[in-house]
Every structure is written in C-alpha cells, then in structure tokens.
C-alpha cells in the first residue's frame, strides 16, 4: 500500500503524529457544549472564548510549576516513562549484536501456544534504530519497558532526545499553552459593521451568478428552450463480445443499454438543470438540497465504486498515431485545423462505419479489437458524452484498450459521476436555444423518477416505456410548477 505515512503511525517518520488520536470532533464538541446549547449563539460564543482562555491559561501555569520543580518531560510523557521503568525490573536483556546494540528482552510471565507454556514473551530492541517490536518507540516516540532494559544493559540514558523525542520536553509544552488571547471590548465599543466582504473575484463571482439560466429566467424574464439530452445508440451487438466485457466489469450495463433504454425526456431533465447549483453539486428545491451519489451510479449502472481513478489523457500530440496504434485504422485528417474541439475525438459516423459489424469468422484478435471499440464507443458516447460534438472521445481510449482484467480495476462510478457533475454545470449555465446536456443522462433520468414523484413513468418495465408525448415547452413549464411544489416527504 502506498503512502504508509499517512495512514500508519509505525510507518511516520515525519514526528507529525504521536499515540492513537480520535477523529470524532462532533463527540468532543457536545461534551464542552453540553451544558450552554441551550443559549443564544453571542452566549455560546462568548462562553467558549472565555473557557479557552482559562483553559490555556490553567495549563500554562501547571506547565511551568512543574519545570520549576526540576521535572523535564511533560506529563503525558512523565506519566509513561514512570510506568515503564516499574515494568522493566521483570524483563532480561540478553545482547545478540554488540556493535549494532540489537538485544533480545524477555518479559515476565509466560506465552501459552496450543495449551503449552512456552515463558515469558520475546522482543528484539535495537537501540541504535530506536526501534522495538512491540512498536510502541515508532508509535509514540517514546521508550517503552523493553527499550529501557536495553538502555540500561548499555548503560545509556533513555530520557536522552536520540530517544524520547524533544516535543514532550517541559519547555516544548510551555511553549504551546504560552499563547495568550486578548480581552474583548463590550459592544458599545465596538468597530461599526460594513456588511460581508466583497469576494476575492468579484468579475469571476458576476459572470458566474449572470451566466445561470436562473438569471435569464427571472431577471430577464426570458423564454427558454428545454435542453436536448444527447443520446447516442450503440453498436451492432455481438454475442462474442460478452466474454470480454465480463472480464472488463460492463457486461451487466451493457446488456441492459443493448436491450433498450427509455426515450428521454428532456423538459425533464431541463427542469432539473435550472435547479442545479454548481457551487455545491447539488439540486435546490423548495425542501432543501438533494444530489447523486456514488450509490446511486452503483445500483443504477452497476459499475464498480472501487479502483484507480480513471484520468484520461488531453495532450493532442500524435493523437491520430495513437488511435491507429490501439484499434489498427488510423482516422482521416480533420479539414478545420483551428477548431481544437474537434482533436479531441473522432467522427461517430466514421467509427461506426468501420467498426459496426464484427465480421463472421474473424479470429480472436480481431474479435478482441471490435470489442475494444465497441467499448471505446459506448462509454464515451453513453457513459461519458460531452454536450458540443458528434464525435468519439479518445481520451480514455488507452485504459479501454489494456488487458480485460486491468479495466475493470478502474472507478468508473466516481469517473461516471464526475462527468456528470461537470456536464450539468455547464448546462446549468448554457442558454442557445439548440443547447444539450452531456453526462449519462440517462442515469440522471432513472435517478429522478426514482427520487421525484414528476414526469415518472406509469410503467414498470423500462424497455416498455412509451414515449412522452405532448408539447415540450408546455412539459417543460409543467414540470418546473410541479418541482416548485414538491415536499420531502414525496421524495425519495
């Protein structure tokens, strides 16, 4: 596992972390709120400046009472060594490395293996390394009973900082609770208050706010057309491509997007999108907040929430040399050498008119590559579409194209929902009147109908959906009333 340093004590050589730390703040914070919740937020505020204060203030004092009385290691510290030296007495050194200082300790007591007692239990200390195998000099940084019996075999002086690290020194301890707070005014003496702060980049904050389609809707009062989903249908489906989507994690999904998906319903999904807030990643209704979640891709899609995260590639060096080398044909030279957008994919149509159909009888090399491409078209078409091109991402074609097994190493929920969360923000901010919305939309729509009780289907059966018929601006303003109203008790 990588970076041990961050997760594993024994395995910090940085001195950034000492001892078994709980991460519950909430728990420790009701505890010294306990008795004032009750209070006004000002109370609540003012008490707990004043008990910091006593509390820095009382620690200081202990601190340096104790150094007065000749006492070099803090309390924590002070407390440990004492109880380690007692426990030392009853151990035995026996040296193995003279010049490397490697001993063997043997505690008191005795080791039962398989109801046979086999004496007291053995620990390897090296002295020189600080080191011993009951980890508790890696952990805490400290000498524990065994380390001290070495010590003293030695004739070494284990308070000395090449063992005890200097953080648990008196002095280092007083300078940590020195920090003094300064008395506050009573409110008539106060500076008058300018409101909040202007932000950092107010241009960036305007344009951000101006460009929503929130804004043109109630401010500018204009009309606006619902937002297309991009829907694409994918290639002819080959029954010798199972095999090799089992293997990569996407036969489930794939089988069920082969099947059939229900039109989409993009006064639906329109609705949805005037809510979405990019600030946050979530919609805002009248109840509260609500978003998608990595549980939600998984029971929807059935992609895997663990793995490497998927990071394509965005250089366009050498991009057609690339695809020729993964699927054999190397695409056409586009003609608009300015537009940058288009580097970034291949034509949908050419793709399909090479790769459509596996040809009868083709080896297993060949029906390999098909499945690569058909992969290749189905995820970045379906899974991960953008809103502006009828092309073909190539961007994770490289991780499409490695060995079966490795594919499905990858997290293709968190790709999937990242995608989304960035295609909504876009459409959130896009007014043309020709606008799409990019992301697996029909995630999306499977997500609302399950969590809203708007524009959800009669049916249960998906591939028996009928489309929704009627006029879509007339749809469109229906379902934004509806979700204007909407409670949460009637989401889900």
């Not at 329109?270 to 891709?297: N, S, Y």
């Not at 919305?437 to 524009?455: A, D, F, K, S």
Request: hydrophobic share 40%; proline share 5%.
């Amino acid at each position: 596992m990588e970076d041990k340093d961050k997760w594993a004590q024994a395995s910090d050589e940085g001195g950034m972390r000492w001892g078994i730390m709980t991460m519950n703040y909430s728990e420790s914070l009701n505890a010294v709120f306990k008795g004032i919740r009750s209070r006004s937020i000002s109370g609540i505020i003012e008490y707990s400046f004043e008990k910091c204060n006593a509390y820095f203030v009382d620690r200081w004092q202990k601190a340096y009472a104790m150094l007065d009385e000749g006492h070099r290691p803090g309390k924590v510290a002070d407390e440990f060594i004492s109880e380690a030296e007692l426990m030392s007495v009853y151990h035995l050194a026996e040296m193995y490395r003279l010049e490397r200082m490697v001993y063997s300790i043997r505690g008191c007591g005795t080791t039962n293996v398989g109801d046979e007692s086999h004496g007291g239990r053995h620990y390897r200390v090296d002295v020189n390394k600080v080191l011993c195998t009951c980890n508790v000099p890696q952990l805490l940084h400290l000498p524990c009973s065994h380390f001290i019996t070495a010590c003293k075999a030695r004739g070494l002086n284990y308070e000395s900082p090449l063992y005890m690290s200097p953080l648990y020194s008196r002095k280092h301890t007083i300078r940590i609770w020195e920090s003094s707070f300064q008395p506050y005014l009573d409110p008539s003496q106060w500076l008058p208050h300018e409101g909040m702060a202007a932000p950092a980049y107010p241009l960036l904050e305007a344009t951000y706010v101006l460009q929503h389609c929130t804004y043109h809707l109630t401010d500018l009062h204009e009309d606006l057309k619902p937002l297309r989903a991009r829907v694409h249908s994918p290639f002819r489906w080959d029954e010798r491509y199972a095999h090799y989507l089992q293997r990569a994690g996407f036969l489930d999904i794939a089988v069920q997007i082969v099947a059939g998906v229900p039109p989409m319903d993009g006064p639906l999904l329109t609705a949805m999108v005037d809510r979405w807030c990019p600030k946050t990643h979530t919609f805002h209704l009248p109840f509260g907040e609500m978003t998608i979640m990595m549980q939600d891709i998984a029971m929807i899609l059935g992609l895997s929430l663990e793995g490497h995260p998927v990071m394509g590639i965005i250089q366009n060096k050498n991009w057609l040399d690339m695809i020729a080398m993964h699927i054999g044909i190397r695409p056409l030279e586009l003609e608009d050498r300015d537009n940058s957008k288009k580097t970034f994919g291949v034509s949908s149509a050419w793709l399909r008119g090479h790769f459509n159909v596996c040809p009868e009888g083709a080896n297993d090399e060949v029906v390999q590559r098909y499945t690569h491409v058909w992969l290749w078209h189905f995820v970045s078409t379906f899974l991960l579409p953008d809103a502006v091109e009828n092309t073909v991402s190539w961007m994770v074609l490289p991780l499409l194209c490695q060995d079966w097994d490795n594919i499905r190493l990858y997290s293709w929920s968190s790709a999937v929902l990242a995608w989304l969360y960035k295609q909504l923000c876009e459409a959130c901010r896009r007014t043309p009147r020709d606008s799409n919305v990019g992301g697996c939309t029909y995630m999306l729509q499977i997500w609302i109908w399950e969590r809203m009780p708007v524009g959800r289907p009669c049916r249960l059966r998906v591939d028996h959906v009928q489309p929704v018929r009627g006029n879509p601006d007339r749809r469109y303003r229906a379902y934004t009333n509806e979700l204007d109203v909407v409670t949460q008790h009637q989401s889900f």
